[in-house]
T-cell receptor, first 113, second 110 residues
Framework: AQSVTQPDIHITVSEGASLELRCNYS??????LFWYVQSPGQGLQLLLK??????LVQGIKGFEAEFKRSQSSFNLRKPSVHWSDAAEYFC???????????FGTGTKLQVIP | DVKVTQSSRYLVKRTGEKVFLECVQD?????MFWYRQDPGLGLRLIYF???????EKGDIPEGYSVSREKKERFSLILESASTNQTSMYLC?????????FGPGTRLTVT
């Protein structure tokens, strides 16, 4: 069965600092990987996705993520965090049939001035 | 833009009541999903459907059922609501793996 681990429940960064959110997955074949963001009181929005090809994927709002098969990881990064990035971030892995997606437990990001 | 709508943003029900949560998508997506979101547990899949009248159990189907009579509509049913079903319920539709979420229904069972 597929699974996702987000080891950091809560992260605090200063505005302008760099950010890396960790995600490790377990899946028997080539995974389909996603990062979603949920701002306070808002629905979930897709930040980026990896299906195949280039292991460094670019997303919206200046985010990127790198797929590392050897480490079973798909970490999310941003070079300079803005106060509006404060939100909860979810990593997810999907099966090859584009159907079932399993989400991690989320990482809540706090941005301090 | 894809739009996924849910019938209520907030709902309060009593223990033992039958509860219907409705979800409608306007992009002709074949796959639709129901999740519940609880603090510290992330999103957990209750049921999903990949076609009209087709449904598959997710990770936590106990106490829930679903109905999909039309492609655009996917309903979640709590046959007899219990307090441990107090949660945020999220509906999604998907296309090529990307999930599009509704705003959620915060259900409180008292």
């Amino acid at each position: 069965a597929q699974s996702v681990t987000q080891p950091d429940i809560h992260i605090t960064v200063s505005e302008g600092a760099s950010l890396e959110l960790r995600c490790n997955y377990s899946y028997g074949a080539t995974p389909y990987l996603f990062w979603y963001v949920q701002s306070p009181g808002q629905g979930l929005q897709l930040l980026l996705k990896y299906f195949s090809g280039d292991t460094l994927v670019q997303g919206i709002k200046g985010f990127e993520a790198e797929f590392k098969r050897s480490q079973s990881s798909f970490n999310l990064r941003k070079p300079s965090v803005h106060w509006s990035d404060a939100a909860e971030y979810f990593c997810a892995v999907g099966d090859g049939g584009y159907q079932k997606v399993t989400f991690g437990t989320g990482t809540k990001l706090q941005v301090i001035p | 833009d894809v739009k996924v709508t849910q019938s209520s943003r907030y709902l309060v029900k009593r223990t033992g009541e039958k509860v219907f949560l409705e979800c409608v998508q306007d992009m002709d997506h074949e796959n639709m999903f129901w999740y519940r979101q609880d603090p510290g547990l992330g999103l957990r899949l209750i049921y999903f459907s990949y076609d009209v009248k087709m449904k598959e159990k997710g990770d936590i189907p106990e106490g829930y059922s679903v109905s999909r009579e039309k492609k655009e509509r996917f309903s979640l049913i709590l046959e007899s609501a219990s307090t441990n079903q107090t949660s945020m319920y999220l509906c999604a539709s998907s296309h090529r793996g990307e999930q599009y979420f509704g705003p959620g229904t915060r259900l409180t069972v008292t």
